[in-house]
């Protein structure tokens, strides 16, 4: 990476990089740990169902707004909005996004570093047992050991610094390239082995038979800002990707593919777990806990259950990390490009400043576990001020700044390559979903949410 400013940016060299790293970006944790216990905990299909109509009319059609407005600008999140829209406060959108990312990374982090302690839990081969208190308790001692957690969680920041540090093509697109199709491939193969137990189907129904009588308002914003925060949307990462992203490429097929790709990823992740919860007799509403309390379980019924677990774990902290290194990428940029402070450095100072964030969602369920406000502990409260709060407004405010500065001439050249694809007839079309639809439906979700 050239630590020059923004006129010898980096970027992705190559059409698979661009996809590879958008795609690296979307897919991690949101997939694998979040999709399924947030459909375990909201009541299963229902759930589902609403958050891929959330993924379609609002995710989709922003990815791609955010995406080209970044190539359009091609600067930092907060720079974008300075150079489309300049002497406005529209730039505001990219202060909240980098808001909700130092409060993503919060809880992120902490999360991955308990992935990075079942890779070595995995290694041992202690968690390979169907033994559901054993499974329980292991989790529950990690969380709960402050050293262990926050050990964990430094070693997550550390290498994340690291990548980052070598910079965008080199760095980013290096490590997600040739990680999604072996975590994909894996998963095929872990649900393939939780449908084979007994009593699976269960898990099946759950997944795909909706009750709708647990849905209200607040099940309506949970599958929301599950939308936003399964695509990286709201914060910033895809404006910050966009502005890397190689003039010929096509946005809205690129934004399609990942969207498609990161569902199935999501889809693959459930029908690991569902089958597994039902047929052991899990909790299918255990939370966070569930990943790492059910998926040892269906490797103990694997043949090579031992090594693929290890592999499992490896590459779930891989997606990981490629979810975060989009995350890191905002507010480096934004010290990079806004104060001119050296690529290396405004590394550094973010990994630092995450360490002192990250540590308080890391205590959260120790040390710090009486620090509570609205009944949540502070990971909790990071999750939902993002997820349920920031991002939706970040996007609203974003599809506004669609409709009033750019408008339908703006959005439209910039999908189209300036006429390059003929797809302008397609691209009206996302253009009024996106400026009439995806805000009405952000708006009433979200009133309905928080005041409901
Ligand atoms: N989309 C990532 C995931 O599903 O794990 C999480 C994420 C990455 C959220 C980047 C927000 C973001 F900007």
Known sequence: MSSSPASARDGFSSGFGVLAATLGSAVGLGNIWMF????????????????LLATLLV????????????????TDPVGVYRKLA??????????????????????????VG???????????????????????????GLVSNPAAALG???????LVGIIITFGVSRGIEAVTKRLMPLLFGLLVLVALAAL????????????????????????LLKALGLAFFKLSLGVGSMTIYGSYFRQQQNIPRTALTVMLADLTVSMLAGLAIFPAVFALGFNPASGPALLFQTIPAVFASMPLGHL???????????????????????PVAILHERLRIERARATWLTVLALVGLGSLSALSSSTLSHVQLGGMNLFDLFDFLSSKLLMPITGLLTCLFV?????????????????????????RAVFTILTKVTPLLILTVMLYGLLG
């Open 36 to 51: 399924p216990y947030q459909t375990g905990n909201n009541g299963g299909a229902g759930f589902l169902l609403i958050y």
């Open 403 to 427: 409709l009033l500065r750019w408008k339908q001439a703006g959005f439209v050249a910039a999908n189209s390559n300036e006429g390059a694809l003929h797809n302008t007839g397609l691209l």
């Open 86 to 111: 300049p002497g406005t406060l529209w730039w505001i959108i990219g202060a909240l996004g980098l808001v909700s990312v130092l409060l993503i990374m919060s809880f992120y982090s902490a999360v």
């Open 196 to 219: 084979m137990l007994p009593g699976a189907m269960e898990g099946v129904r759950f997944l795909f038979l909706p009750d709708f009588s647990r849905i209200d308002g607040q099940v």
């Open 152 to 158: 964990w969680q430094w070693l997550v920041l550390l």
């Open 114 to 140: 308990w992935v990075f302690a079942y890779v070595g839990k995995s290694v041992s081969g202690g968690i390979l047992t169907q033994d559901r208190s054993l499974l329980e308790q292991t989790f529950g």
């Open 308 to 330: 693929l677990m290890i592999v499992f774990f490896v590459l779930t902290a891989f997606a990981a990390i490629g979810a975060m290194l989009s995350l890191v990428e905002v």
């Open 59 to 74: 995710g989709l059609p922003l990815m791609i707004a955010e995406i080209s407005l970044g190539r359009s600008a091609r």
